[in-house]
């Protein structure tokens, strides 16, 4: 694989320039350098534990001699932490250099003696009176030693194939022709393997003024939306005319809606300074950046979020399990119709996803008009309305949940005539579509539950469900999920 991608890789045609810029990172799903640097690192302290209880298990078992587990424990523990902190101190798990992931056996030697060394008081006392104790270290620190060569040989093998198969990639698209443009791709084309310029986008190409120094244009913001939604971008940098500040500003909330970073260059951002006065400064090479957003749920995050729902998840489901039969019997027994209601609405990246509830009407409605449940709405079963009462309707959901669907905790998923009509009264609306919907999140145990009524309504939702993405965290998930039992005991606004 080519390690720059420039806009001589797309064609001039804007449809065909859509299905270039997905396509490409189609064929690789990419994963985070920093999950897979840490992923090394613990198996390095791993080495370090296992050198150490290997020779006290050998002992134990042809030595005749009684282990001392205690301090085995205490010291590989030691040992492996003082050591990790060594070598990432050192250079040794640089992210940057998974092309070519350092190895460098001298210097885990030295560490690993540093360590033993620093160690060694623990186990002195015994030392002292137990000589096979220094035959222990001696063992450990050849042991641990082969364990760490081992790792790291096949680490850096390993890292340097996922590298060129673009598992690692980061791609960086530039919205506004010309030099900064030009820049950028000029920094990146020099780049170690990982990096990739997409391409260029501008609504303007057509002009006789827009120079792209060289590069074609790859398409117009509305392909570049859509290459962020395909999740074929990972950071979009705004660069503009100092004089298109106020455009500037409209193309970079635009852009906030996606699951990428958004960054914009330092000399025309006042205004959004002014929003957000958090925001941080970077740069691209000579190219000097005000970092808008962060991309959402990254590096370690989808890992723990996505273990929650499939742990949490589960639990909850078998734990339900029983009350779905009686359910099932109830919903049956007072209407004709299906148990479960299955309606379209949009997930992830405006995806659309069938979501499962229990039914609770005595009508099915899907289509372009859909009408909100409201406080004695006649559509509603008598069963129905117990269900809705305590939320037991959401349930099925939890299927959604652990076939990735959805989240515990989330952005609550409307129908998708919902969806359009607040997505269009509403610009920061489609913002939610960052992150996976969720059977509850922060703006209902915040109140905000039932009917949308208003604009303001709908407002203050998505208020809640943006500072839920941009504060995630598992403390956050569990918290709203042990909140949301008081919200469905309560059932204010259910209905």
């Not at 694989?1 to 810029?21: G, Y």
């Not at 990428?260 to 929003?275: A, G, K, N, P």
């Not at 979501?355 to 709405?377: C, P, S, W, Y």
């Not at 919902?418 to 920061?428: I, K, P, R, T, V």
Request: net charge neutral.
């Amino acid at each position: 694989m080519s390690s720059t991608i420039t806009a001589d890789a797309f064609p001039q045609n804007a449809e065909n320039n859509r299905s270039s810029a997905t396509t490409k990172s189609a064929f690789v799903r990419r994963w985070s350098r920093r999950v897979a640097v840490d992923v090394v690192m613990g198996i390095d302290a791993l080495a370090i534990i296992i050198g150490a209880l290997l020779p006290m298990a050998i002992y134990a078992e042809f030595g005749g001699i009684e282990p001392n587990w205690v301090l085995t424990v205490q010291s590989g523990f030691a040992a492996a932490v003082i050591a990790v902190l060594l070598l990432k101190n050192w250079g040794m798990y640089d992210q940057t250099r998974l092309h070519d992931f350092p190895e460098n056996p001298g210097r885990l030697l030295i560490a690993l003696l540093i360590t033993l060394t620093l160690v060694l008081g623990i186990g002195l006392p015994y030392a002292i009176t137990d000589a096979h104790v220094w035959v222990w270290y001696a063992a450990w620190a050849s042991a641990s030693y082969t364990f760490l060569l081992m790792n790291r040989g096949l680490s850096r093998l390993t890292l340097k194939r996922l590298t060129a198969a673009g598992r690692f990639d980061e791609r960086v698209a530039v919205y506004g022709a010309g030099q900064i443009a030009r820049r950028v791709h000029d920094h990146l084309k020099h780049q170690p393997m990982g990096i990739h310029f997409v391409g260029v986008f501008d609504d303007r190409a057509g002009e006789e003024r827009i120079n792209p120094e060289g590069l074609e244009i790859a398409g117009r913001l509305n392909d570049l939306i859509d290459a962020g939604r395909s999740e074929s971008v990972d950071k979009i940098i705004v660069a503009l005319p100092q004089a298109a500040e106020g455009r500037m500003n409209m193309i970079a909330r635009k852009l906030e809606q996606l699951p990428v970073s958004v960054h914009i260059v330092t000399h025309i951002s006042s205004d959004l300074v002014e929003d957000n006065p958090t925001h941080k400064v970077s740069n691209v090479g000579s190219v000097g950046l005000l970092d808008i957003k962060r991309k959402p749920l990254s590096d370690w995050q989808p890992v723990i979020k996505r273990a929650e729902d499939v742990v949490v998840g589960a639990t909850l489901l078998l734990a339900s399990a029983v009350l779905f039969p009686i359910i099932a019997a109830a919903i049956k027994l007072e209407s004709r119709g299906p148990v479960f209601f299955v309606q379209r609405r949009r997930g992830l990246n405006k995806q659309d996803i069938d979501v499962l509830k229990f039914r609770t009407m005595h009508v099915l409605e899907d289509g372009d008009v859909i009408e909100q449940a409201t406080r004695n709405d006649s559509r509603v079963t008598s069963v129905g309305r117990i269900l809705r009462r305590f939320s037991l309707d959401e349930l099925p959901q939890l299927i959604n949940v652990l076939r990735g669907e959805m989240s515990l905790v989330g952005p609550r998923p409307h129908a998708i005539s919902h969806d359009d009509q607040f997505g269009n009264d509403l610009e920061e609306y489609a913002n939610r579509h960052q992150v996976k919907p969720g059977i509850t999140g922060l703006a209902q145990i915040k109140g905000c539950r039932g009917q949308t009524a208003t604009t303001d309504d709908v407002a203050e939702r998505v208020a809640h469900d943006i500072a839920y993405i941009q504060d995630w965290s598992l403390m956050l998930d569990l918290k709203i999920l042990v909140r949301t039992i008081w919200v469905v005991v309560t059932g204010r606004n259910a209905y």
